[in-house]
Each structure stands twice: as C-alpha cells, then as structure tokens.
C-alpha cells in the first residue's frame, strides 16, 4: 500500500504539484535541479501507486558542522495520519545512519505548525533556536530551528 | 531441359557454374562466367545465358538492365524453361505475382517435372488465393517427391482451402501411419490438432471425437485437447458431458468469457433466473472470479423482481470495485446502451456520494449505525474514487458541467494522480472543446514524460484539435532519432497515427495531404497481405499448421479492419467533395477575379487547367500501375487535383463493399457516389442494404427521400422495379407520408428531426422554411448529441430553413450553450 520512490526528471513535476499544494512556501528552478541530484536524499511517497508526499534533504556543511538538512517533508491532507511521514522521517534516519559521519539532523518549521512540533519531537528532534523573520511572505515570519542530534553523547 | 541451342561441353561446364555462383550469391563470378560464354560468337545470343545474366543483374539492383537481357534471352529462346522461369523469378521479385505464374507455367510446359519450378509455383498460387491451381500443383508435387513430409502436408492443406474435406483427411491419415512420434514430439501434437481441425471442419464429429481419445497421450497442448472435445460434445449434443469439459476448462481459467456461454449453453440455461443461478454458483466456487460477477449484469432483467436483483447485483460488485479506481468505469461501460440500467448505476452512484459526504465509507461492509469502530472509518482514497466514477458517468451521459465539478473535486483531492488530469481533458473531448482537452493531455503528459501511453494519447489530442505540428513533436519523444516523426511513424505502420493526421487534414481541408495520408495506409495493409508470402514454406515445414490457416483466414478478411475502412470511407468522402468542389488551380485564381480577365484570357486559363488536371489522372494511372514494383514518392497537390474523383472513390469502395458490408458507412458512401453518377438501381441497392441493417438510420431516410424525388431517364421496366422498391422501402406509404411518419416517430432525437426538416424543406417542399425553423426552436436539446447540434447551427447559417434573424440565431445559440456546456461551437 505505501511504498517509496525515486524523484526522476520523468515524475518531477508530480514532485512540484506536490509540494505547491501542501507548502505554503513556494520553491524555485534551482530547488528542483538540486533534487535531481541527491540520490537517495529525496523521495516520493506512494500510497495505492498514488504520489501522496515527498520528502528533499540535502547536506549542509554551514557552521562547521556536517549536518543532514531537510528543506521538505509533508504529506496531502487526507493522506495524513496513515505512517506516511513517519516511514519517509525513518528512510532519512538510516541514510543518516549509513553515512555515520553525519553530526546532526535539522529542519526549519513554522512557529504555529503544532503538529509538525509533536510529530518531529517524538522521534527525538528538539527545538534550539528561533529565527525570527525567517519567512518572507507568510504569517507568523517566525520559524523553529529543530534538530536532532546524530553524535552519541560523549561521556 | 532440352534448350533449341544447347552448348557445347566447354559453355555447358561455364553454364552449370553460373547456376552454382547464383545460388551461393558470387554474383560478380556468375557475370564474369556468363560474359565468357557470350563473348563466343556462335552464343552470343544464347538465351539461357543471358537469362542468368540478367537474373544476377536484377540481384544487384540493375532493374532494367535485367529486364533487357532476360527479354532478350527469352525472346532467343521461347522453348527453354530455364527462361520462363528466369522470367517468373524476375516478376515475383517485382510483385508482379499475376505474370509470374503465368511465366512459371509456360516453363513448365517445357519440363513438367521440374521441382523447383513447381515449388516456386505453388507459393505464388496460395499467395494470390488460386487454390485450385495450388491444389494440383502439390498433388503434382506429392507425386514427384512422396518421400518428402512437406508434400503429403502441403497436398491436405491444399485439399483443406478447397474443403474436399474427405480428400483431405485420407492423405492425413495416410501420413500419420508412416509417424513414429518420439515422446513429447511437439510436431507431431500439431499435425494431430490439425488433422482433429479437419474432422471437425468436415462435420464428422463421431470420427474427430474417437480421433482425439485415440491419439490424446500424443497430443500436448491439453487446452485446445479440452476446447476441441468440449466443441465436439455440444456439437453432438450430449450435453452433460461437455458440460463437464466446459467446468474443467473453467477451472483452468475463470475469467474467459467463452467459456462461460459455452456452460450456459450445456446446462440449458434459456432463462435469466437459470443463468444467474448459474453465475451464483460459480461466483460462490471461485470466491475472486471477476468474470461470473461482470457477465451477470449483462444479462436481461425484465421483471420488477429481476430488476430488484439486477440493483442488488451491481451495488455488491460496484462497492467491491470502487477501490479499483478508473478501471471500474471501463467494465460498466457496455450497460449504458440500456437507459434503466443507466438510471440504476446513476442512482447507485449519487448514493455512494451521499454516504461519503456523510462520513461513512461506501467500499468498507456496511457496519451497523451505532458501530463502536473509529470514527474515521473513510478510507482516504474512497472520496478519490466516487468522485472519479461520478465524472465518467455524467461524462458518459452527456452532462459535461457535472462531470467537470466531480474531476475538479478529484485533483483538489489528490493533485498529484495523473490519471485525473487524462480524465480531464477526456470530458473536455466529449463536451466538444478539442482545444482544451489537448491541453490537460499535455499537463497530463508532462507529469510522467517517461509513459509512452501518455505520450500517444496526448500525440492523439493534438492531432484532433488540428495541432499537427505539435503532434509530430511530441510523438519525436518516443521515435527513431534523427528522423521525423512523420516519416518513422509511418515506417512503423503506426496506422492510428495516419489515420488521425488524415482526419485532421480532411478538417482542414487540406485534401492531398488527407489523400496522402490514406493512400499510405492502404500501402500498408497490402504490405501486410505480402508478409504471408514467407510463411507458406516455413508453416509447412515447422508442423503450425493450425495457425498457418488461421492466418491465410485472417489475411482473406484483412481489409474489414477498422483502420482500413476508416481510410477508406474518408478517402470516399474526400473524392465526393472534390467531385462537387474541385480545387482551385496553383494560380489561385478565384470566380470573382476571373471576371477581371478578357474572354481569350479566360478560355486560356481554363484549357491550362484542363490539361493539368487531365496530367494529374495519367500520372495518378500511371503511378497505380508502377505501384506494384516501384512505391512513388505521393505528392498531395497532384493527388487533390485528379480529374476523375470519382473513379478513384469507386476504387475505394470496392474493398468496403466486400470486406465492411456490414457498416452502414459503406452502403451510405456507395449511395452518394452513384447518385453523382446517376445510377438509380445501384442507388437502391444500397439503401436497401442500410435499410437491412438500421431501419431508422436519419441519413437513410434523406437517401430514399431523395431517390423518390428525383427522375431518372431509363427503361420502363428499370422505372417500374424502381417504383416498386421504393414504395416498400417506404412502408407502402407514398413520400409525403413516409416523411411524416419518420417524424413521428422519431420527434425526440435531433438527428432524424434535423433530417426530416431537411428532407420536407428542400426535397419534398411541403414544409415552408419558417416552420421547419420554428421546429427546430422548440427542439428539446438538453442530452441530445453533440455533432446534431452542430450540425443544426450550420444548416440555420447556410440558410437552408429560411434567414433566420440575427436574435434567433442569438437564442438559439444560448440554448446550445446550456445543453452542451463545454463546446467549443457555440461561442
């Protein structure tokens, strides 16, 4: 019933429809053609051989660390509440786990989006920091920075 | 053998080694050889010499210069079959098939034994169908070579096409006694399946029957053992046993239709309680068995009770199959050419609707009202796929409005499922807006560009909304590099390509493309009828000999396929058009501006066009006749401006009349090109022959009408039967009341209103326009056809029911808009 595929230049634009309807952010050419090009770090989401959500990572090596960043994770609507976000969330976790040299986990969320807080704070995700202003043209402009840290705790 | 100039040892030794250099293909040796033996003048015009020659010329392309030498030689040598047959080998090269048989049996007269000559023989013969030549031919064959399997085979299989049946069998069996068959011999499985074939084609169904229990530890293919014993069972009609064959086979596969009326057919089910106690049974035996379940609402349902149960029926299977999605649309399709079925899955649909905007899912077992399950019990997909089928249905009934809202409510749900932007631009399509239907094929398309099928569909929506370009380059997608789709497509044989770009020229008018177009799809069915030419030998010698005939069968009737018949008709119809329109000349000059020209200048210009049509027959003539060898590059504008198109319309019917007699199409086309022709018996034969078919067919109805209103100039008798004919065909009634009665009897269906008008107005003119206007005003057009509607306003435009003034026209056009929403037409 669920299963996950790959992003093509055959199926992107089921990619873009997707991510149209479900953020309110829109994404440009640029985010389309890096897609492309991560491999396994992007991910269409199949429900009945339907694409009902899609999840894009990318590295990010910014503040001198080596993190795995996640620009986008979401699902349709009446799609939601059926382990689509939590079997896309978990692929990421064994990529993360494969690649072993990966410092943390993180993504932005908007302030308001109280069910992406608990969805992400239940597989250990913690908020760190909250940058204000950081959307341009909606409302609340505020997002959460939450992240989750890939490093055993040294003792 | 014996030549009027036989050589000497030195040139008979050269001779021999051509013939050896042709068959291992060293053409420049075989010429050298050849060159040495003419450049002797005592043999310098020896015919079988030069016959070789030239047969080696023709292997390395050098036609005409093959041609000369094997002339000449024959010419030199009229007693020698080695000529004759060089001849007929040159022939058949060219498809000349006719002449080439006609060479082969002059060489034989000169050596009636020669093998190859008689095998070569008999392919042409079963090629061009001469099958009673084919047949003497193999017993000859079987005669000079009874060792060989291949000539016992060939002689029965000749037999067989000419049904002397009994022949046919005792040279089979004959063969078969002289079979050890090792085990698992697929051939000789074959040969058996064949020889049953035979028996049963020949009614000796005891003999087939005893036949196949005899030999059935030989026979391998065990289903067509089954189908074949089950065949001869019911055919013998002993029911209870084949019944037992048919469940057996049903085991094996549940889904074949077949076999399914074969079981009604054993178990004396006439009734359609019987049978539905018979699709119960099955149903409950085979738990995942689509077929039973889909065959029962086809059924008829005639009284209130059966009624009831055909309504219980489909609600189970619909609820079971909403989860399919689009596919389950396809499998009701078929019940909507019964209205109260229609109003059926209508009522069942909008109530499925209801339950889901209720909160209850209609695909999941109905759970008790107070059901302690959570409360989301709607799977998420359920909305998805009421919707979907909601859309088909309203589509399918002409309510394009509905349809729309029930595809937008479905992508609002799910943007992301191509299959709802196909159905999009489907219900576009059948609204009437070719345009815009095009264009959601293209978003469509451009969601999955890796699908080949979304590719052609969204190819196809081009083309039909005249976007020819484009088509090509969205068909360039998939095809060959570095060529033009066009041509590649057309190299492929992709026959609904052409005939689509054929039809989108005829729209536009463009003629000779459309012409083009048709002219190459015909090329390919003979392309198609020359590819048997290989299997004669290879069947024969690999034992398939059931497809073998299944194939020569198929190849009979190939012309009756649906793109064969839809070029032609289209052809017909676009030669009709330029018979009444002839296109204009390359000057382009049209009525008006001839008047500027003086009275010599005019006549100049009409004796130049004269002479470039009558150019246009002789090259159309002599194309048709280098056809056969030499396929010519077609050029449209030389195909438009033929200066008999009528003719050439002729030349199209005569395969329709043949191979689609059953299509009203053909008889209606053969109407039209003989009343242009001014042959009133012909006329009548084909409405006759609508007539047989569809009664009440509109354009009949103009047909006879237009037939009994005209006068023809013939013999008394020709008038007398003609009288006669009509007057039956009208019922016994005389015009005015046929027209009438037409009337009434049809007043709720635009198209034959349409026709009627037309035919009181301009034919019988017992109408005055005005009320024939008035008629059509009042018209209920709200669920009537689309191509009527049109059809109505263009009659109105050109004036036909009187001038209509420009409000009218303005109401009218407004109540067509309401009736068909989505059309393009009416704006």
């Known amino acids: 019933m669920i299963a996950l595929g790959q992003v093509t230049p055959h199926n992107i634009k089921q990619l873009k429809k997707l991510n149209q309807v479900v953020f309110p952010v829109a994404y440009n050419d640029k985010f389309y053609k890096d897609v492309l090009e991560v491999g396994e770090l992007a991910k269409l989401a199949y429900y009945n051989d339907i694409v009902v959500g899609a999840v894009c990572c990318r590295v990010d090596t910014s503040e001198g660390r080596r993190r795995l960043y996640i620009m986008t994770l979401g699902c349709l609507a009446p799609y939601r509440r059926l382990t689509i976000g939590t079997l896309m969330l978990e692929h990421v976790l064994s990529i993360c786990e494969r690649d072993g040299k990966l410092d943390a986990l993180y993504l932005h969320v908007q302030v308001n989006n109280e069910a992406a807080l608990a969805f992400y704070r239940k597989f250990g995700f913690e908020v760190i920091e909250t940058k204000e202003q950081y959307y341009k043209k909606i409302e609340p402009a505020d997002a959460y920075v939450l992240e989750k840290n890939l490093r055993p705790k040294e003792e | 053998m014996p030549s009027s100039n036989p050589l000497p040892p030195k040139e008979a030794a050269l001779f021999k080694r051509i013939l050896k250099c042709y068959e291992h293909k060293q053409y420049k040796n075989g010429l050298k050889f050849a060159k040495q033996i003419l450049s002797n003048p005592k043999y310098a015009e020896h015919g079988e010499t030069l016959a070789m020659k030239g047969l080696i010329l023709n292997c390395l392309a050098k036609k005409d210069e093959a041609y000369d030498n094997v002339k000449r030689g024959l010419r030199n040598d009229l007693k020698s079959h080695v000529c004759w047959h060089v001849y007929g080998l040159l022939q058949r090269s060219d498809r000349k098939y006719d002449e080439a048989i006609k060479c082969y049996r002059n060489a034989l007269k000169w050596d009636k034994e020669n093998l190859q000559i008689l095998r070569d023989l008999s392919l042409l013969q079963v090629q061009m169908r001469d099958l009673e030549g084919y047949k003497e031919t193999r017993h000859q064959l079987l005669l000079l070579r009874p060792a060989q399997r291949v000539s016992w085979i060939g002689f029965a299989m000749a037999l067989h096409l000419v049904n002397e049946f009994d022949m046919a069998i005792t040279v089979l069996e004959e063969y078969r006694k002289t079979q050890q068959p090792r085990s698992f011999d697929y051939e000789h499985s074959e040969f058996l399946l064949y020889e049953n074939q035979v028996m049963r084609e020949a009614g000796l169904l005891e003999k087939a029957l005893d036949h196949l229990h005899q030999n059935q530890d030989y026979i391998l293919d065990v289903l067509v053992f089954q189908e074949s014993k089950a065949d001869i069972l019911m055919r013998l009609g002993r029911w209870e046993e084949a019944k037992q064959v048919v469940e057996s086979l049903i085991e094996r596969n549940t889904e074949n239709w077949e076999y399914l009326r074969l079981l009604q057919r054993c178990s004396a089910a006439e009734s359609t309680e019987s049978r539905l106690r018979l699709f119960d049974q099955l149903c409950q035996r085979f738990q995942r068995a689509q077929a039973p379940r889909r065959m029962a609402l086809y059924l008829e349902y005639d009284t209130a009770d059966l009624r009831q149960r055909f309504r219980d029926t489909l609600n189970a299977y619909l609820r079971a199959g909403l989860s399919r999605g689009p596919p389950l649309f396809a499998s009701i399709k078929s019940l909507y050419s019964d209205a109260w079925k229609v109003a059926v899955i209508e009522e069942l649909l909008v109530s499925y609707l209801d339950e889901v905007n209720a909160g209850r899912d209609p695909t999941c077992p109905s759970a008790p009202a107070e059901s302690t399950e959570s409360d989301d019990s709607l799977l998420p997909c359920t909305a998805l796929w009421v919707n979907i089928i909601l859309a088909q249905h309203w589509s399918a009934v002409g309510r394009s409005a509905d349809a729309m809202r029930h595809v937008d409510a479905a992508i609002e749900h799910t943007p992301t499922m191509v299959e709802l932007y196909v159905l999009k631009a489907k219900i576009y399509k059948r609204g009437g807006d070719p345009a815009k239907a095009a264009q959601w094929m293209e978003e469509a398309q451009s969601m999955d560009t890796a699908d080949r099928f979304l590719n052609s569909k969204c190819t196809k929506y081009l083309l039909r909304c005249d976007r020819v370009e484009d088509a090509c380059s969205m068909a360039s997608k998939f095809t060959r590099e570095g060529v033009g789709a066009m041509e590649n497509l057309n190299e492929m044989q992709c026959l609904w390509f052409l005939s689509e770009c054929a039809r989108a020229f005829q729209r536009q008018r463009r003629f000779g493309d459309a012409l083009k177009k048709c002219i190459e799809i015909d090329r390919h069915f003979s392309e198609m009828v020359e590819d048997q030419f290989d299997f004669h030998t290879y069947c024969t010698r690999k034992m398939t000999l059931r497809s073998y005939m299944h194939m020569l069968r198929f190849e009979d009737g190939i012309r009756g ?249 303005d109401t009218l056009r407004q109540q067509c808009r309401l009736a068909w929403p989505l059309a393009t037409a009416f704006e």
Not at chain 2, 581 to 608: R, T
Not at chain 2, 629 to 635: G, I, Y
Not at chain 2, 637 to 644: C, D
Not at chain 2, 771 to 783: E, I, Q, S, V, W
């Open chain 2, 561 to 809: 396929h649906r793109f064969f018949v839809d070029a032609a008709v289209m052809a017909m119809n676009i030669y009709l058009e330029l018979h009444d329109h002839p296109v204009a000349d390359q000057d382009g000059l049209h009525d008006d501006q001839q008047d500027n020209l003086s009275a010599a200048e005019l006549k100049k210009l009409k004796s130049k066009q004269r002479k470039a049509a009558r150019r246009a027959q002789q090259q159309e003539e002599q194309r048709r006749d280098t056809e056969q060898s030499r396929p010519e590059e077609l050029d449209p504008a030389t195909l438009e401006r033929v200066e008999r198109p009528l003719d050439e319309a002729a030349r199209w019917l005569q395969p329709l009349q043949d191979r689609a007699a059953s299509s009203v199409d053909t008889h209606l086309l053969a109407f039209e090109l003989h009343w242009r022709r001014g042959k009133p018996l012909l006329m009548l034969q084909a409405a006759k022959r609508v007539h047989a078919i569809d009664p009440q067919h509109p354009r009949l109805h103009e047909h006879v009408v237009r037939l009994a209103s005209r006068t023809f100039h013939v013999a008394d008798a020709v008038a007398t039967v003609l009288k006669q004919e009509l007057h039956r065909l009208m019922g016994g009634h005389d015009v005015v009341d046929f027209d009438r009665r037409f009337l009434e009897d049809n007043r709720h269906s635009l198209p034959h209103l349409l026709e009627a008008m037309h035919v009181s107005v301009v034919h019988l003119k017992t109408t005055p326009p005005e009320t024939a206007a008035d008629a059509l005003y009042a018209a209920k057009l709200m669920g009537q056809p689309l191509h009527a509607g049109i059809q109505m306003m263009d009659a109105l435009h050109k004036g036909t029911f009187g001038v209509c003034t420009t409000q009218q026209m």
